[in-house]
């Protein structure tokens, strides 16, 4: 059974400063692995897609990488700002048999950004 | 703009009073699926849909029912709700082979209370 493992469970940091989020996978088969994030009481707004055969993929300031080898994705935000301050989720695409197309989500990382 | 709508936003029930949460998309995507979302338990699966007509149970299914009696909607079904089913729910879709830009599309999200 696909396991998700994001670290840390939660991040402050200061307004400006660079920071890394983790996210590890327990069965390297597959599809894709997508970004998330939630504000509280919100809806899933997806940050970035990585198909299983990309290494990364990368938007404004964010930029994900993917090590399917290894079962692990970063998500890298530069210059934070108090407007990240959400919760962000990772999940990823099974690939194949009965769990075709399902998401395994992490618990997820709640990051503050303080000014 | 293409997107996944849920209805209702809000919703407070008494036990055992039939509902249906309805879910509509846009994209013509082949899947779809429901997912709840519990503190300290992340998002889980309760039924996908592959296309009209196919479907099945996730992780969690429960006491709910679906249907796909069409492509664009997916109607998550709770015949006797209890307690247990207070959550918060999202509908998602994403085109069959999940790649794309966008993966999958997530509603805004249905709080349910059930008293």
């Known amino acids: 059974k696909q396991e998700v493992t994001q670290i840390p469970a939660a991040l402050s940091v200061p307004e400006g400063e660079n920071l890394v989020l983790n996210c590890s996978f327990t069965?390297?088969?597959?599809?894709?692995l997508q970004w998330f994030r939630q504000d509280p009481g919100k809806g899933l707004t997806s940050l970035l897609l990585?198909?299983?055969?990309?290494r990364e993929q990368t938007s404004g300031r964010l930029n994900a990488s993917l090590d399917k080898s290894s079962g692990r994705s970063t998500l890298y935000i530069a210059a934070s700002q108090p407007g990240d301050s959400a919760t962000y989720l990772c999940?990823?695409?099974?690939?194949?048999?009965?769990?075709?197309?399902?998401?395994?989500f992490g618990q997820g990382t709640i990051l503050t950004v303080h000014p | 703009e293409a997107q996944v709508t849920q209805n209702p936003r809000y919703l407070i029930t008494v036990t055992g009073k039939k509902l249906t949460v309805t879910c509509s998309q846009n994209m013509n995507h082949e899947y779809m699926s429901w997912y709840r979302q519990d503190p300290g338990l992340g998002l889980r699966q309760i039924y996908y849909s592959m296309n009209v007509e196919v479907t099945d149970k996730g992780d969690v299914p429960e006491g709910y029912k679906v249907s796909r009696k069409e492509k664009r909607n997916f109607p998550l079904i709770l015949e006797s709700p209890s307690p247990n089913q207070t959550s918060l729910y999202f509908c998602?879709?994403?085109?069959?082979?999940?790649?794309?830009?966008?993966?999958?599309?997530f509603g805004s999200g249905t709080r349910l209370t059930v008293v």
């Open positions: 999940a990823v695409r099974e690939g194949g048999g009965t769990s075709y197309g399902k998401l395994t």
């Open positions: 990585i198909q299983s055969s990309q």
């Open positions: 069965d390297s088969a597959i599809y894709n």
């Open positions: 998602a879709s994403s085109t069959k082979g999940g790649g794309g830009k966008y993966g999958y599309t």
